[in-house]
């Protein structure tokens, strides 16, 4: 079975999946304790703050033991509190790491030889030369000049205003004519 491992660091995530022979480093490990060793990340240094099993449950740092148990929780991983005092039972798993787990969350201590986005593949874009980039596509768009559009003069506007008064009024007219 596949084990996935997400790193945090520097406000990003790295994925990776490791085998069970891999696994072996964090059997027996509760959340909160310190990791070193994997194979592709050397100098690394980890530290397991959270998990799930092969069913989603999360691991808390509160429950003892690698089992699932029905706690009663009002707050914290895995709970969502509608309002205030609220209490619920929910299904959650120990905090000691055991064969069910199926994805660790680990946090980077300590920075190895290598960087990670070097072994990950990941292109790091730069913002700021995005910006400059948008900045000096704009202004040679600012420089030309357009003409602005002739506003009707206000006494056309006041000639056609007159106008579609006498339109209105004519077939008003013409209707009482036909009345009478």
């Known amino acids: 079975m596949e084990i996935k491992l997400c790193l945090g660091f520097k406000g990003k995530s790295y994925n ?8 072996n480093i964090f059997r027996g ?3 909160g304790d310190k990791v070193t060793g994997l194979s592709d990340l050397k100098g690394y240094e980890f530290l397991i703050t959270g998990g799930s099993d092969k069913s989603g449950f999360p691991m808390r740092s509160d ?3 690698s089992l699932r148990k029905k706690a009663f929780l009002s707050g914290g991983v895995g709970v969502h509190i509608k309002r205030k005092g609220m209490r619920v039972k929910k299904s959650v798993r120990g905090n000691l790491i055991a064969e069910d787990i199926v ?7 300590k920075e190895g030889e290598k960087k990670l986005n070097d072994i990950f593949g990941v292109k790091e874009e730069k913002v700021e030369e995005v910006k400059e980039e948008k900045k000096v596509e704009e202004k040679p768009e600012e420089k030309k000049e357009e003409k602005p559009k002739e506003e009707p003069k206000k006494e056309d506007v006041k000639k056609e205003e ?10 008003k007219e013409d209707k009482k004519e036909e009345k009478k």
Do not use: A
């Not at 007159?162 to 209105?168: A, H, L, P, T, W």
């Open 16 to 23: 990776k999946t490791i085998s069970d022979s891999e696994f």
């Open 162 to 171: 007159v106008k579609k008064e006498e339109v209105k009024e004519t077939p």
């Open 29 to 31: 490990k509760k959340l």
């Open 63 to 65: 429950v003892d033991g």
């Open 103 to 109: 994805q660790i969350n680990l946090k980077v201590l």
